[in-house]
């Protein structure tokens, strides 16, 4: 298995550049999450899904949309880049929602410059 | 503002030696409490968790205690290896009819001096 995987490692845009960072599991978990990592900040989630079709916002939405048309994939939309939205990108999967998701795979992540 | 806090921000610690990193949550409805680990480069990996009803948990070198009162719990790592030199996040899951969100807290990096 490949577990979690991210597309593109490294990424720079121009403010108000629009574009999409791929997430995919082959793990069957029925979880996905997007969270981004700032320093001294921890990891802020930004939206999760707990099955295909089904999205919900997390701590720092905005600016962000999401869609789950498979189990499989979670794409994470930026609309229209700013400097703000610097940072680390993660995708994680967990087999379960519920009281398992305490358990979550992560990917390798997306490293985002925006000038 | 975090609802959980995490200290301390860094560590430095000899081989050999205990690492403590301390975390302190706000939100009495958080179900579970799990503890990752991040080395450069990589995302970060479960490490070990705790229910709250549990006081403490051990894993190998690793111990998790937990005070439900004070609303506190933290990571021990006993004979701290170089090899342990990683970032680590305490987190908390909140369980609901909305959803499941891991709250994390803001990382403590630790380095073990050989």
């Known amino acids: 298995n490949a577990g979690v995987t991210q597309t593109p490692k490294f990424q720079v845009l121009k403010t108000g550049q629009s574009m999409t960072l791929q997430c995919a599991q082959d793990m069957n978990h029925e979880y996905m999450s997007w969270y981004r990592q700032d320093p001294g900040m921890g990891l802020r989630l930004i939206h999760y899904s707990v099955g295909a079709g089904i999205t919900d916002q997390g701590e720092v939405p905005n600016g962000y949309n999401v869609s789950r048309s498979t189990t499989e994939d979670f794409p994470l939309r930026l609309l229209s880049a700013a400097p703000s939205q610097t940072s680390v990108y993660f995708c994680a999967s967990s087999y379960l929602p519920g009281l398992a998701a305490y358990e979550q795979y992560f990917g390798p992540g997306t490293r985002l410059t925006v000038t | 503002q975090q609802q959980v806090k995490q200290s301390p921000q860094s560590l430095i610690v000899q081989k050999g030696g205990i690492s403590i990193i301390n975390c302190a949550y706000e939100?009495?409805?958080?179900?579970?409490f799990p503890w990752y680990q991040q080395f450069p480069g990589k995302g970060p990996a479960l490490l070990i968790a705790?229910?709250?009803?549990?006081s403490e948990k051990k894993e190998g070198r690793f111990t998790i205690s937990f005070n439900k009162s004070a609303k506190q719990f933290s990571l021990h790592i006993m004979d701290s290896q170089p090899g342990d030199s990683a970032t680590y996040f305490c987190?908390?899951?909140?369980?609901?009819?909305?959803?499941?969100?891991?709250?994390f807290g803001g990382g403590t990096r630790l380095m073990v001096k050989p």
């Open positions: 987190a908390a899951l909140t369980d609901n009819n909305a959803g499941n969100m891991l709250t």
């Open positions: 939100n009495t409805a958080f179900d579970y």
């Open positions: 705790i229910r709250p009803d549990v």
